[in-house]
């Protein structure tokens, strides 16, 4: 693949611009409020570029070798090495970091499940899935197949929330079967009007490829969910 198209693919195929934290002011000499606005559009497409760089945890060092390799293909220089001898290690590389990654936040993230443990009512499965009921429902309880309507929050375990059906104010319908495993094996233990709390280890969550940038490889989630109702029921 020519890295022109994998980088399109890369910005396409993520959500960088419209779910990009805001910015902290700079603390350097080009400010914003020093920046034209064709300036900070240059600005935010780093920004963009970034956000898929981080399953590399690039070291400053290698920041710059990125950079200078941006700057070679983009104004034609002769360039260090081709793209036909070390374009296809870059997959590998990223695959290496991300298993690095994985392995570290999973470690930070037993503690985290372990002291859940500890809750009032925490109660816990084969397949690695906490479950603590937060309130009661009385409703009937849904089947694998069956579509439902939720609402949730999901949290890393540092507490950044990375989605919110409630902050958007519009409750989410999905087919049960069509979610996470985490998700699909907790719902059905829910009854209609139960709000629970969910911990989902990678293994049964997003594994350790995660959705980068917002969940990291390897990351145990913490929702919070409210089964609304059972949509479509099937037998």
Known sequence: MRMTAAVVALLLGSQAFADAAPAKKSSSTGTSSSMSADQKTFYALGMALADNLKVFSLTRPEVKLVERGLED????????????????????????????????????????ATN?????????????????????????????????????????????VFDSSIARGQPAEFPLNAVIPCWTEAVQKMKVGETARLICPSKIAYGDEGRPPQIPGGATLDFKVTLLSIVNKKP
């Open 73 to 112: 293909a983009t104004l034609g220089r002769p360039t260090s090495v081709t793209l036909q001898e070390y374009g296809p290690k870059i997959r590998a590389l990223a695959e290496q970091r991300m298993a690095a990654q994985a392995k570290k936040e999973k470690a930070r993230d037993a503690a985290f």
């Open 116 to 160: 859940v443990l500890k809750e009032p009512g925490a109660k816990t499965y084969p397949s690695g899935l906490i479950m603590i009921v937060l309130k009661p429902g009385k409703g009937p309880s849904p089947k694998a197949t069956d579509t439902v309507k939720v609402d949730y929050e999901g949290k890393l375990t540092n507490g950044k």
